[in-house]
């Protein structure tokens, strides 16, 4: 299984700021074929479901703010966001998808 | 808009069985897999099984194999997770979730959860 870890596992950044979240995969999750990187962002706020944020490693779901941005390459993923609001206080998830069973980062919690 | 309405959990004892559902609207389960995903108490995301669109190919993860069955209804556009003989470890909200992007995707759409309690 590819195991993935998130660092930290919590963060406090002030409103304005950015706030930068790191995903390290056990191994590469770059399909070579396709040029694509088999990672994901989710959010998840307290109470209720996660919500996809990124997607292929930084392409922004429909809906997501651009304040919110995914990067990196096969085994090192960064999620950014760049000034941080009020509602961004949540616990964000990386999840790997290249292989199964597909796994999720333990999570990092982001607060104020 | 995508929405999954989920029923069908609860409390019950070590060894017994539950079976939750997820009925979505406003897409086919036919065109994209679908997965469950659960959520221990205070714990991350785990992935719990997966069936392929056309329903011909199903995934578990190695802690419900055997135990645990993903099926669907075309007809009644629902997803099903069948939990036997289930473990106070299976303690979880359960989410269903659909996956995009390939056979076990990203999940771009989740349902509300449904809470599983396994307790004697």
């Known amino acids: 299984d590819i195991v993935m870890t998130q660092s930290p596992d919590s963060l406090s950044v002030s409103l304005g700021e950015r706030a930068t979240v790191s995903c390290k995969s056990s191994q590469s999750v770059l399909f070579t074929s396709n040029n694509k990187n088999y990672l994901a962002w989710y959010q998840q706020k307290s109470g209720q479901p996660p919500k996809l944020l990124i997607y292929w490693a930084s392409t922004r779901e429909s809906g997501v703010p651009d304040r919110f941005s995914g990067s990196g390459s096969e085994t090192d993923f960064t999620l950014t966001v760049s000034s941080l609001q009020a509602e961004d206080v949540a616990t964000y998830y990386c999840?790997?998808?290249?292989?199964?069973?597909?796994?999720f980062g333990q999570g990092t919690r982001l607060e104020i | 808009q995508v929405h999954m309405m989920q029923s069908g959990g609860g409390v019950v004892q070590p060894g017994r069985s539950l079976r939750l559902s997820c009925t979505a609207s406003d897409f086919s389960l036919g065109v994209k897999s679908m997965e469950w995903v659960r959520q221990a108490p205070g714990k991350g995301l785990q992935w719990v099984a997966t069936i392929s669109s056309d329903g011909s190919r199903d995934y578990y993860a190695d802690s419900v194999k055997g135990r645990f069955t993903i099926s669907r209804d075309s007809s009644k556009n629902t997803l099903y997770l069948q939990m036997n003989n289930l473990r106070v470890e299976d303690t979880a909200v359960y989410y269903c979730?659909?996956?995009?992007?390939?056979?076990?995707?990203?999940?771009?759409?989740w349902g509300q959860g449904t809470r599983v309690t396994v307790s004697s």
């Open positions: 979730a659909r996956s995009d992007g390939g056979g076990q995707g990203y999940n771009d759409y």
């Open positions: 999840h790997q998808y290249y292989s199964s069973p597909p796994t």
